[in-house]
Every structure is written in C-alpha cells, then in structure tokens.
C-alpha cells in the first residue's frame, strides 16, 4: 500500500485529515508527524487505527511510500476505476 492507495481509502471514508485533527483537539501539523513518523500519539495512532481499521505501523509505512512503480491492490484499481465513473474522469491507471 502507498501513501495514494491511503488517500483513495480516506477518500472513500468520506475522511480528511485537517477534519481528524479537529476531531481529536489537535493540530493538523501534529496530525501530519505522527503520519510522518516523527512523533509520536498514542492517541492519534489510535484513533487512526479505529478510522483505517488496519495497524497504525502499515498506515505510517503507506504515507510515506511515495513511489509510484507499484501497482495498486486490485480492490484500490476497482475503487479508483468507482471514483472515476462517479466524476466521470478517464481512469489512468492500467488494468
């Protein structure tokens, strides 16, 4: 998983991190570190954990894979291909 194939999840959560941040009475750049790696929450791990539903150390690992050479899961191509459709954009991604 990559930081896009995270924010295609956040998306289809109806989630944004600025709105987290209030959420939780914190700062989005405090929101951002922890995402990062450099610092850390216990309490914005969690509750990211509980929003993702998957361990905290894979959504650090995918926010700060960047890279761009690895294919996407095949439920994020079916979910990018849904969101394309919906907005009626050409999808980029080949399948």
Partial sequence: MTRKDLKILMYQKGLNIVQEALNLEVSTPMVYLVL???????????HLE????????????????????????????????RICQQYKFKHAVNS
């Fill in 36 to 46: 990062q790696g450099k610092s850390r929450s216990k309490r914005i791990e969690d």
């Fill in 50 to 81: 509980s929003i993702f539903g998957i361990p905290f150390e894979a959504i650090r690992d995918a926010w700060n894979d960047t890279s761009t050479d690895k294919s996407p899961a095949p439920e994020i191509i079916a979910m990018q291909k």
